[in-house]
Every structure is written in structure tokens, then in C-alpha cells.
């Protein structure tokens, strides 16, 4: 029945962004623009002694220089966190410094001037006066002497989230045959979306009304902690736009500091403000990823059965707490940790630690490729220890197809699966049992091949909104859709999701020409504009489809609703005989389909609304709210070969297969775009990507000269199959599709290159999986020191 | 990433640019893509840039005897050049340097003249022995490659003076050459660089050598304990491997680290890229 869902249809966004007419913020310029430039701390924690801003002041081009104080005192509030509980201590966090900075790249003033240059300018000549503080830079700290970041507390922990029965666990890993025991490390990632953050603000002061454009993956969002908390503008009159907006993996989900202050020096000098980021700035503001430190005990038998699971990780949130940070190694990460196994008990617990580093938040995946990673490798080690294959260990203990839906120990409750089903495509993808085969011949060689396997679930499409709220979010995460029918029978789709490269104008189009069976091309998707959007939540945790489609999918079934009792009313029939042909679009009378009414003439017939049914309004259009019942719980086996050469620790990734069930496909081709995309962002994380700070909290990897991101030459072709497992709760059937990739490769490719090394005795190595790391490990291990 | 401000001259001679930058005090600017990034987080600040990019002159390798490779060469068409007897290490190395848009617009000349640590070229123009020209108002001289880098950054070109070409020798048929590197995997930068040259003589054994290293010290150098390693010795592996040894020995204390690779490791893989580019070098003298 359905024409598009299911088809590649060819992204209708792609003509603007192939032929460079996006319009992102930063191709915004209005008349009189001022532009705005941010002074950053250079080092991680110090006294702010004293700002000498007057040879700054005294440039010409320069319009004004503010300080922290001056936002204070114009009604500037502190950047609120959007996810708390009890017991999350959140420091204050003022968009400008006042007395204190708390990591490189922290704002102590802010300029204003005539031109960008002029304003770099006037940066370098503002003299800040810093006392130096040491600094702490580590997750892990466990009780002792720490320098504090935020004086109002006592230690740098701000939260404390343990969930399972502990004792349980003990108890039984106290009983297991074997317990693999291990500390482990997820490093620090820099997000590096394409498009630096951006900020374009314009002051109408008749009206008393801001327009803040904003690269945001949701402008609702900050419309609200603008209105409600930083910026003191009324909501009603407050107007947040992202346009086009060049990636953002979850690093412009959050509310920043330079959203508040361009429209805060918009309005204090009267004329329309700019921001923009430099890459530079990006590295040191953008919220950065994961960062935990961990420590995990696995209890397994000798048959290989899983007895229970033991997780403390120490995440490191930086600084401050972004908008969503407690969220991420909590409710997003110890939940998942059951894997797609049946762990009789589980026991996780989370310490959210203060540090001078930038602030942690999510970054694609977001505490399920932390979890993943945690359970995935501990589970080959596990397999090495009992002398089992890796894919046979795990196969014994899957969650089976007729289990579901699946209480798991730690709180979800999985919504559907076949993974013993998944497990079976992989293997004939792979090819699997060839590339053991073909592994041990090449070992016999003297070669170091690897094999790596990962079978990885995440919670996607957030959220139910009474869990959400009950776990620590502030706002209920439902998602809003408006279907606009204009008197020709075009229509227009406002939806709350926002796209910033997943393709929303297109599989959300799809999605509605099918429910109404018009053709594709009658159909706009518009989105990202709060005065033109009713309400929106945004784009991330892979909701967009599942959410944002579903409200979509509801506002459909209002206008078909419409449409049928207005075509009964013309065509003299009962409602209940009124048949909705989804392929043609036209409204008939069971039993006579010579007698129906098309599409556009009923939608024309809502404008003359000259002969309504009595009692029915004009007009066509249907506005839903959508809120989940559960989160969607796609799921992936991946298979990675790896060559590391020996003389230098070089690792050559030369083979990769995936298959996902991500549910229902509306587009298959983007779906495949999403899994590989993920998948080299996955990679960049094995292999490549690390944020690093040395002990003053220096970023020693602050540019793209010491920060590798993953390049197209480092791939082979990646091999991708799916399976279809419907989410059986949501009307399209659909579960996350934007962050399985990434979840599962970094672990695949990880577990490759540990399975590469095992013959030499080298145990576990922490990512990224350098060469002179991995030459480290096997010149150890020849010396006898192999773990 | 905006740079101060600055004036931009354009010379259409070498003549003229040399009168120009003599005028302005100013710096040359080719393809631009060491000296811009550099402007943009303002670890420079010329007043003046005065761009030689557009003497036609400057650009294209002529064959005559040896090469003789204009300074505004870009590393696209080295990489390119088919030529019989054009070093092979030549080209093999222009095609690693960054990406495509990298070479299709950085010179050879700016890539020299701007002498970083880990560039891939001075590496090979060292085991060439290459010679580079250097035009001032008072004429030209002609400065061998071990004494043209001289520094950190730093050449033997004075302010006065403009590189306009870089010779080199043809490759005889019984040589060979070639250059091996271990990639920065975000820069693309070496790490470690390797170039090596290579004679085979009649009995099959070596009879010629050169080797120079690049991406550990201050600046590309030539090893000549390797070359004495392995002369009069039949190019095997193990022979490559023991000069390659030669070469970390050779290369003293003075070796650089970075948050990719310390300066220990740069040491311990220095002999497998030395010998790498050995046994390729011999392989391409017939």
C-alpha cells in the first residue's frame, strides 16, 4: 500500500548542499550587523584578578567590551541543566566568567566590533590578569585531595547513581567459575561537526522581540532555557531559528554561553550581533565526549552462561554541567548494560565528576557506545579465558525471539528482536567461519590478523515523557507534527525534529505522502523555526522517525479522518462506508468505487466551505503530540578483520561487515548512509580520536594537525545487510537508525585489533588503538611482560 | 580565524618581486597553504604579501641532462611526472603530501622555503643532493641541499632572496630511489620520513647509497653511517634492516616527540622505514 516508505527515494535536500546554496547562520548578514568576539581563558583554573579592557576599548571599529559582571547586572541568568536528580549538585554557570575560570577555552570577555578582524583584534589586546590554580583534570577521584572547581562544594563529585542490587551481584559473582575483572578507560572525543557553532541575533525594540539564529538541533529548546532562565526575554517573544545546520552528532543539542550573549549584546547596543565559531574555538568550547573510567566484573560458568555483571564508572562532566550531561552515564549508559544477554543480575553505579576540562555531554551514541564498549569487550575477554569462539559465547546467552518484550535487570524493558536471527546474517555476510580459517592460516604466517565481533543494542527514540521526567529530564520528551493542507491540496509539514544532515525534508515527505496518498512533490517539510514550528523537542538519541514521525503519522490519521466524513457528506454515505485509498488519495463508498471524491477537490472543498457537514469546521490541517509508550531498541552484529604490522603497530583495517535491524526502513538509502557514517565515526574513536590534556589541562590535541578524524582512505568498501524486526509500538514500526554505526564499530574494531594481538599474550589496550601503543604492547610482551 | 590585517601585492616577475618585497618588507606567498594557516591563528603577521603565484616562469619541470623543477611547481604535478629517469623517491613522495586539494595547490617551492620539520620533500631533496637557486638583486647563487636547511623552520634563504628552482640529477638505470613514511593520521605529515637512493653495480651489490630522514629533528638530515652500512653489500633485507639500525644510531638525541608519536618510538621505527625505502630503491635499479 505504502508508494515511498521503503524506497530510496533521493534526498531533496541534496540540490542546495551539493551546489553550496545552504543557508547556514553563518551566511546570515543583516544591515548594521555587528560582530561579536569571545576572549577564552588560556589556562584551566585560575583567579581572574583584574580585566584591562582599555586599549581594547580605545581600537577603532571597537563598539563595546563587556565582562562577566556586566552580563550579571543586564539580567544575564546562569546556563540551567536540563537533567538533574536527587542528589546532582549543579554549580552555577554564568555564559562570562566573574571571578574564576574553570578550563582553556572558558569565556572571561566578550567584544563587540565593526568587523570580525577588528574584533580578533581587540581580543589580543585585552590584558587579563590570572592567578593560576591547580588543576584536576581526571574522572576517577576517589576520595583524597582533588583541587575543587566550584568552591560551593564540597568535593568535585556532583552525583552519585547507582541502580541494581549490589549485594545480589556480589553474592553471585562470588559463585561464578570465573570472573573477569578489568579496568577500563572510554578516552575523550572532540565532536568537530562540519559547521562550527553559530550565532546571529536581531533586537526589535518596538516590539520588545529577539530573533536568535542559532546552530541548534533544537530550537524549542532554547527558546525555553532562554526565556525561562538566561536571557530573561519573555518566550512569546523570543524567535529561535536553526536553518540549515552543517552536523551535529549531539555537540549543538546544548544551550551555550555565546547563545546568550550575542542576543544579549544585540539588544545592548541596539543592532543585530554575529558569532562565529573558529575551529579553534570549537575545540575548546564544543562540549566534548564520553571521557569515563571504569572498573567491571563479568561472572561467567564454565558453560559459558552469564551469572552477573559489576560496573562503577567515573564520567567526567568538565567544568560545568552541560544542558543534558547527567543523563549520559546514568540513564543512557548503566541501563543498557545488559547487552542482548540474559545477565541474571546486574549491578551499575555512576560518579559525574568536576574537572578543569571543557564540559562532557553526548556525543553521538551517548553512554550506549560507553556500555558497549564495557560489556562487548569484557565478553571477548571472558571467550579468551574459557577458550570459546567469541560469536558461540555470546550466542549462548541471547535473549531468545519469543522472550520479548524483555525485562531486562537494569530498568528496560526491550520492545522486540531476533538476535539469534541477526547473529545467523552476520555470520553468512562475514562469511565468518572463512575468516577464522583464513585468520589462522595467516597467523601460521607470522601475521597479526584479527577478527573482532560485536552484537550491540541501544535505547533510541527518548522518551516516554513520565519516565523521562522521573529519571531527571526537566521537559517531557514527546514530539510534535502539523499537517497543513493549502486550499490546492499542497501541503505543508511542520515538524519538532530537526534535521542537521539525517534528511528529515525527505523521509518525513515520504512518510506523509503515504499516509495521504498524494504524491511526494506535493509535499514541504518545514522545521527548525519556533515561530513557524507549534512546539518541538528536537533531534537526537535517533528519535526523529520514531517520535517526530509518529506525531506525523497521527496528524495523518486526523486529516484522513476529515477527509472521509466530509467526502460521506458529499457522496451521501454513512462514515463508516468511507474507504481511504492510500495510493491514489481519493475518499469512496465501499462497494462502489465509482463513487469517490479525490484528494485535492476535498481539500479545495474545506476553503469554498460552502457545504460542510454540519457542525464541522473549515480548513485542513491536524496538530499532534506524539508521546512514546517505550524507547525503540534497534540492535546490530558487526564483524571487523584488522592486519597490524608488527614493526611499527600500524593497524590496517581491511575488511567490515554490518548488520543492523533498525525496524522498519522509510528510506533504505539513507538508513545505509546513517550505519556508515556511524561506522567510520566509530572507527575515528578505535583507531584515531582523543581529546587529550596534560596535568594543568592544557588540550594537547586542540587542532586538526594533533586531532585525527576518520578519512575515506582508511576504510575498506563496508559490507551492510539489515533485518526488519518491526517496534512493535510505534505507527511506523521504526526504531533508531543514527547511532547504531557509530555504538558498535568502535567495540568491533577495538575487539579486532585485541584479538590481533591475543596469540602474543597482549590483554586489553585503551583506544585509540595508536601504533605506538600497539607497538608498545607487543614489544612488552616479547620482553615476557605480556599481561 | 581571521588575520590581522594586511596589504596584498602581486608580482608578475621575479624581477618584480624581489623590488616589491624589498619595498613592502613583506613576505612571498605561493600556494599559500603553510603561510595562510599560520596568518589565520596569528602565529604570523606579515604586513605585506607579495604573491608570486602567477610567474609563469616559476612553474614546470624541465628536462635537461637533470630536472630542473620551478618553485612553483605543485606537488600535483610532481607526483604526475613520468619521466624515465625522474627520481622515482620524487614523485613517490609529492603523492603523499596531504590531500588532493593540498597538492593540487602547494608548491614546491613554498614547501622547501618553508622548511617544516616534518615535510616530506626536504627529506628527498637531501638524499637527491639537490641544489637550489636562490635569486637576489645582486644575482643567484646556488646552495646544495646539506646546507639549505639549516633550522627549525628555518633555510639558508636570506630576506633578499627569492627560490626559483630546484635541480636535480636524472636517475641512472643502475639506481634507484625511493622514500617511505610513517603518516601523521591527522596531519599527514611524516612522522618518520625515509628517502633512500640506491646504485646496484655490476656484481650486484650496492655501490652507491644515500640516505636522508626526515619528521624527528629540526630538520631533514642525511645518515651517512647508513650508506657505509650497507656499500659494497648486496641489498637483502637483512643487510636493510642492519643499515637501517645504522640510521638509529646515527640519529642522535636530538629527536622530537608529539602527543601522536614520542620521540622514542619516532627512533624505534626509524630502521624499518630506512630499510623499507633501501629494499624499494634497489628494486627499482635494474
Redesign the interface.
Known amino acids: 500500500m505504502s508508494r515511498y516508505m521503503g524506497t530510496s527515494v533521493k534526498r531533496v535536500e541534496d540540490p542546495r548542499f551539493l551546489s553550496g546554496q545552504g543557508k547556514y547562520v553563518g551566511n546570515i548578514s543583516l544591515p548594521g550587523m555587528v560582530y561579536v568576539g569571545v576572549k577564552r581563558s588560556p589556562l584551566a583554573h585560575a583567579t581572574i584578578k583584574g580585566i584591562d579592557a582599555s586599549k581594547a576599548e580605545a581600537l577603532d571599529g571597537v563598539i563595546a567590551v563587556y565582562k562577566g559582571q556586566d552580563l550579571v547586572d543586564g539580567g544575564v541568568g546562569s546556563l540551567p541543566c536540563g537533567w538533574t536528580f536527587d542528589g546532582c549538585l549543579t554549580p552555577p554557570h554564568h555564559p562570562v566568567c566573574i571571578d574564576k575560570v574553570r578550563h582553556v577555552g572558558d569565556a572571561m570577555a566578550v567584544v563587540v566590533a565593526e568587523s570580525p578582524s577588528i574584533a580578533e583584534d581587540a581580543l589580543d589586546l585585552i590584558d587579563v590578569d590570572l592567578d593560576p590554580l591547580p588543576a584536576v583534570i581526571h574522572a576517577r577521584q576517589p576520595k583524597g585531595e582533588w583541587p575543587i572547581v566550584h568552591s560551593d562544594m564540597e568535593s568535585n563529585v556532583s552525583y552519585h547513581w547507582p541502580l541494581g542490587d549490589e549485594e545480589a551481584v556480589n553474592a553471585a559473582l562470588a559463585a561464578s567459575d570465573h570472573v573477569i575483572e578489568l579496568d577500563f578507560a572510554n578516552q575523550r572525543l572532540i565532536p568537530n561537526a562540519m559547521e562550527p557553532r553559530a550565532c546571529v541575533a536581531q533586537w526589535d525594540a518596538p516590539d520588545e522581540h529577539m530573533t536568535v539564529w542559532t546552530t541548534s538541533q533544537n530550537p524549542h529548546t532554547i527558546r525555553l532555557l532562554l526565556g525561562a532562565f538566561t536571557l530573561g526575554i519573555p518566550e512569546h517573544k523570543l524567535r529561535v531559528v536553526s536553518p540549515d545546520v552543517g552536523g551535529g552528532f549531539g555537540s549543538k543539542i546544548f544551550h551555550y554561553p555565546e547563545e546568550v550573549i550575542v542576543p544579549w549584546v544585540a539588544r545592548q547596543v541596539n543592532r543585530p550581533a554575529k558569532w562565529v565559531a573558529t575551529r579553534s574555538e570549537s575545540f575548546v568550547t564544543d562540549r566534548h565526549g564520553r571521557d569515563h573510567e571504569s572498573t567491571a566484573k563479568l561472572g561467567v560458568n564454565d558453560d559459558g552462561t552469564f551469572t552477573a555483571l559489576h560496573v562503577s564508572t567515573w564520567a567526567n562532566m568538565g567544568a560545568y554541567l552541560s544542558t543534558f550531561a547527567p543523563l549520559i552515564p546514568t540513564a543512557l549508559y548503566i541501563t543498557l548494560l545488559s547487552g542482548l544477554y540474559k545477565i541474571p543480575v546486574i549491578f551499575g553505579e555512576a560518579y559525574g565528576t568536576m574537572t578543569n576540562t571543557v564540559p562532557v555531554d553526548a556525543y553521538r551514541g551517548a553512554g550506549r557506545p560507553e556500555a558497549s564498549y564495557l560489556l562487548e569487550t569484557i565478553i571477548d575477554l571472558a571467550a579468551r579465558e574459557l577458550g570459546m569462539d567469541p560469536i558461540e559465547l555470546r550466542r549462548k546467552n541471547l535473549i531468545q525471539p519469543d522472550e520479548f518484550p524483555y525485562q531486562t535487570p537494569v530498568a528496560l524493558v526491550y520492545d522486540s528482536g531476533n538476535y539469534p536471527g541477526l547473529f545467523e546474517k552476520i555470520e553468512g555476510l562475514s562469511g565468518y567461519s572463512d575468516l577464522r580459517k583464513a585468520q589462522d592460516e595467516a597467523r601460521a604466517g607470522g601475521k597479526l590478523v584479527g577478527v573482532g565481533f560485536s552484537s550491540c543494542i541501544e535505547a533510541s527514540g527518548p522518551a516516554p515523557s513520565a519516565a523521562a521526567v522521573g529519571l531527571g529530564a526537566a521537559i517531557g520528551l514527546f514530539e510534535s507534527g502539523s499537517i497543513r493542507v493549502h486550499p490546492t491540496g499542497k501541503i505543508s509539514v511542520f515538524t519538532g525534529s530537526h534535521a542537521h544532515g539525517q534528511g528529515h525534508e525527505t523521509t518525513f515527505a515520504q512518510v506523509v505522502a503515504d499516509e495521504l496518498g498524494v504524491p511526494i512533490e506535493d509535499v514541504e517539510v518545514i522545521h527548525g523555526d519556533t515561530d513557524r514550528i507549534q512546539y518541538g523537542v528536537g533531534t537526537y538519541g535517533s528519535r526523529s522517525a520514531a517520535v517526530g514521525g509518529s506525531a506525523l503519522v497521527m496528524s495523518a490519521v486526523k486529516i484522513r479522518a476529515k477527509l472521509k466524513e466530509l467526502a460521506a457528506h458529499l457522496l451521501e454515505a454513512s462514515v463508516d462506508d468511507m474507504v481511504y485509498d492510500q495510493d491514489e488519495g481519493t475518499v469512496s463508498v465501499a462497494g462502489s468505487p465509482e463513487s469517490k471524491k479525490g484528494f485535492a477537490e476535498l481539500a479545495f472543498a474545506f476553503t469554498t466551505a460552502d457545504n460542510l457537514p454540519e457542525g464541522m469546521e473549515p480548513g485542513l490541517e491536524a496538530t499532534s503530540f506524539y508521546d512514546p509508550v517505550n524507547f525503540t531498541f534497534p540492535y546490530s552484529a558487526h564483524v571487523a578483520q584488522v592486519e597490524i604490522d608488527p614493526a611499527t603497530g600500524e593497524v590496517e583495517l581491511q575488511k567490515y561487515f554490518a548488520v543492523d535491524d533498525v525496524g522498519n526502513v522509510i528510506n533504505p538509502m539513507i538508513v545505509e548512509g546513517q550505519i556508515l557514517g556511524g561506522i567510520a565515526q566509530g572507527a575515528g574513536q578505535a583507531l584515531w580520536e582523543h581529546g587529550i590534556y596534560d596535568e594543568d589541562g592544557q588540550l594537547l590535541s586542540g587542532s586538526m594537525l594533533s586531532y585525527a578524524m576518520p578519512r575515506a582512505d582508511g576504510f575498506p568498501m563496508i559490507e551492510v545487510d539489515r533485518q526488519e524486526t518491526p517496534s512493535p509500538h510505534n505507527p511506523l514500526g521504526v526504531k533508531g537508525a543514527g547511532e547504531m554505526g557509530t555504538i558498535a564499530s568502535t567495540v568491533t574494531i577495538s575487539n579486532a585489533v585485541l584479538d590481533a594481538l591475543a596469540p602474543l599474550g597482549v590483554g586489553y589496550l585503551e583506544m585509540p588503538l595508536t601504533a605506538e601503543k600497539i607497538r608498545a604492547a607487543i614489544v612488552a610482551a616479547s620482553n615476557g611482560g605480556g599481561e | 580565524?581571521?588575520?590581522?590585517?594586511f596589504e596584498y601585492v602581486r608580482a608578475d616577475t621575479v624581477d618584480q618581486a624581489l623590488d616589491l618585497k624589498s619595498e613592502t618588507g613583506g613576505r612571498f606567498i605561493a600556494g599559500g597553504h603553510s603561510l595562510l594557516p599560520l596568518m589565520k591563528?596569528?602565529l604570523t603577521a606579515p604586513d605585506t604579501l607579495v604573491d608570486i603565484g602567477r610567474i609563469d616562469g616559476l612553474r614546470g619541470i624541465k628536462s635537461n641532462g637533470g630536472f630542473t623543477i620551478g618553485a612553483l611547481t605543485t606537488h600535483a604535478m610532481v607526483a604526475a611526472e613520468g619521466a624515465g629517469d625522474f627520481p622515482a623517491a620524487l614523485s613517490e613522495a609529492a603523492a603523499m603530501i596531504g590531500d588532493p586539494q593540498v597538492r593540487n595547490r602547494g608548491t614546491v617551492g613554498g614547501n622547501v622555503a618553508h622548511a617544516d620539520p616534518a615535510s616530506d620533500l626536504p627529506t628527498v631533496f637531501s638524499a637527491l643532493g639537490a641544489t637550489f637557486t636562490a635569486v637576489s638583486k645582486s644575482g643567484s647563487r646556488e646552495i646544495a641541499a646539506s646546507d639549505f636547511f639549516t633550522g627549525l623552520f628555518e633555510s639558508a634563504l636570506t630576506d633578499d632572496e627569492i627560490l626559483t628552482e630546484v635541480k636535480v640529477d636524472g636517475e641512472p638505470a643502475s639506481s634507484g630511489s625511493a622514500y617511505a613514511k610513517?603518516f601523521?593520521?591527522?596531519?599527514r605529515?611524516a612522522v618518520v620520513g625515509a628517502a633512500a637512493t640506491v646504485g646496484v653495480g655490476d656484481d650486484g651489490n650496492c655501490s652507491a647509497c644515500t640516505v636522508a630522514v626526515g619528521g624527528l629533528t629540526a630538520h631533514a638530515m642525511v645518515l651517512d653511517a647508513v650508506a657505509s652500512a650497507l656499500l659494497g653489500k648486496p641489498v637483502t633485507s637483512e643487510n636493510a634492516e642492519a643499515a637501517g639500525q645504522a640510521a638509529k644510531d646515527a640519529i642522535g638525541d636530538d629527536v622530537m616527540g608529539?602527543?601522536?608519536?614520542?620521540a622514542d618510538?619516532r627512533r624505534?621505527?626509524l630502521p624499518?622505514f630506512v630499510a623499507r625505502a633501501l629494499m624499494t630503491a634497489a628494486s627499482r635499479a635494474s
Not at chain 2, 580565524?1 to 590585517?5: I, N, T
Not at chain 2, 608529539?258 to 614520542?262: E, I, K, P, R
Open positions: 580565524m581571521y588575520p590581522r590585517p591563528i596569528r610513517l601523521n593520521p591527522a596531519s605529515y608529539d602527543v601522536y608519536a614520542s618510538y624505534d621505527v624499518v
